[in-house]
């Protein structure tokens, strides 16, 4: 058998379908390549059929061997050969330079991700629906929930139970539903095939099925299922919960470390972990080794390099609240803001979330079924992540040296800065502007009417001193030129040096 590098290797086998299998039968395999071997657990899917998936990761001759207390699938072995990666397959994403992403190759990766919480939950014209607006989105990353969701806008029942029903009719959360999980995943692979990031949310505390109060030990059987079933998937994430801290009378934080290492154990790939608070001030301790980024929703965006700082690791901020004319206050802001808060992220050297939230007679919101968007905010979010690519090798770090970026926002990386005003209209500007002239190129960025003009270089406006002598507190000698500009909010300044 041969699979390309970073692509799924699956072993089926036949075994055992008495009693129950999900508890009672342990499956797993030890692959090796010469002196390296990795453990990787298998699962059940039902009707005696028994899988195992790895996503290789080195080319060459791979051997495997499998352990299980059951005969009929202990001691098998066999060979596949890793072949060179597809032309569209670069790795899972990774962190870099502490702050930043890549995948497993070396190609950058700028997360611009969206939500919708319950799509794969939805009639299948629909799901077919989002993976057709999510085609020409531009969005390249998604969040979304393996359970289903009851909460307003999203009160239908799923397309599957994730769990199997018992002879009373009640969900039996000892039996794993394939069929669920089956169709989960196909989806994973749908958005695998478009190069989105499927940033899989584990638990949750919207619910009146009974998935968010299993047990303990049943919360972990599930989390080690899912993984081992989705851990092969190149471009998975996992995000333990959404809005963890709705979940603590029943699952107290000594459990949430426990899931994050059930997800260690089971994941052979380390794929990006992360959980994410409801209560603003409720942020988990993302110092903890086993978070790999920071996961929050806030909306007070101009704090993006404090919390980095805070954490020391890549700042992903998925709910700055959503586009949208709902009554709640969360999901009733202009496209023009979402777009602001996206770009005084960003240029504070985080990244953002998408949410489109618009009242449907139907309840069809984009954040919670998937299927059209209707806003405006999402054509200027892919406009800001073309630059970002066109541009940026590593990642923006921001600008913190001065005063002057707490109010205006501005990041840099090797060879281009940019400098956001949002809501402020200069005339004209030289702060963060080279101190010496040369080589440049100096662009004007509308970010609502997504437009790049050039611009020429004008006289540098003075440092006026206080009337005691000396310069203003904070200010750096002028700058070397300056530019002018339209006095209109929502503009960017993008800076390029073209020297050698």
């Not at 629906?129 to 989105?137: I, P, V």
């Not at 901020?317 to 004319?325: F, T, W």
Request: overall charge negative; aromatic content about 12%; charged content about 25%.
């Amino acid at each position: 058998m041969n699979v390309s590098k970073w692509d799924i290797f699956e072993l089926e086998l036949d075994g055992p379908d008495s009693g129950n299998p999900f508890l009672d039968v342990t499956f797993a395999a030890t692959l090796s390549k010469g002196n390296r071997t990795v453990e990787v657990p298998g699962f059940y899917d039902g009707n005696g059929t028994y899988r195992l998936r790895y996503m290789p990761d080195d080319e060459g001759e791979w051997h495997w061997l499998t352990r299980s207390n059951a005969a009929a699938l202990d001691g098998k072995t066999g060979t596949f050969t890793c072949t060179p990666a597809k032309p569209d397959a670069h790795g899972p994403v990774q962190v870099v330079h502490k702050y930043h992403f890549a995948h497993a190759d070396g190609t950058p990766y700028f997360p611009f991700g969206t939500t919708c919480y319950a799509w794969t939950h939805q009639p299948l014209e629909m799901q077919a629906e989002t993976l057709e607006t999510l085609e020409k989105s531009g969005f390249n990353k998604i969040r979304m929930c393996v359970f289903p969701k009851d909460y307003p806008y999203n009160v239908n029942e799923p397309l599957h139970d994730v769990y199997q029903r018992d002879a009373d009719g009640g969900i039996d959360f000892d039996r794993p539903n394939p069929d669920a999980f089956r169709h989960f995943e196909k989806q994973v692979r749908a958005l695998m095939d478009l190069g989105i990031e499927a940033d899989i949310i584990i638990l949750h505390p919207y619910d009146r099925w009974g998935y968010a109060d299993m047990t303990a030990d049943q919360d972990c059987r599930y989390i080690a299922y899912l993984t081992a079933r989705l851990a092969a998937f190149r471009n998975v994430w996992w995000s333990l919960a959404n809005e963890y801290d709705f979940l603590l009378n029943t699952k107290p934080m000594h459990q949430w470390d426990r899931y994050f290492h059930v997800i260690e154990e089971n994941d052979p790939h380390r794929h990006l972990k992360s959980i994410h608070n409801g209560d603003r001030t409720m942020n988990f301790d993302h110092r903890k080794p086993w978070v790999d980024h920071v996961c929050i929703q806030n909306a007070e965006v101009k704090r993006t390099n404090e919390w980095r700082d805070q954490y020391g690791k890549p700042l992903v901020n998925d709910e700055l609240q959503y586009e949208g004319n709902v009554w709640q206050a969360w999901g009733c802001i202009s496209a023009q803001e979402l777009v602001h808060r996206f770009w005084t992220t960003v240029m504070r050297g985080g990244y953002a979330g998408h949410g489109e939230t618009y009242t449907h007679p139907e309840d069809l919101l984009w954040w919670a079924k998937g299927g059209k968007l209707y806003g405006e905010s999402w054509k200027r979010i892919a406009f800001l992540r073309s630059l970002i690519e066109e541009d940026v090798t590593k990642g923006l770090t921001p600008l913190t040296n001065e005063w002057m970026w707490d109010r205006v926002s501005a990041g840099e990386d090797e060879k281009v800065r940019y400098i956001y005003f949002g809501e402020h209209q200069p005339s004209i500007w030289a702060k963060g502007l080279p101190l010496e002239d040369g080589d440049y190129q100096l662009d004007l960025i509308d970010t609502w009417n997504m437009t790049v003009e050039r611009l020429e270089k004008v006289p540098a406006p003075k440092v006026h001193p206080t009337r005691h002598g000396k310069v203003v507190r904070g200010l750096k000698p002028d700058a070397a030129f300056g530019v002018e500009l339209p006095s209109r909010p929502y503009l960017a300044l993008r800076i390029r040096d073209l020297r050698g």
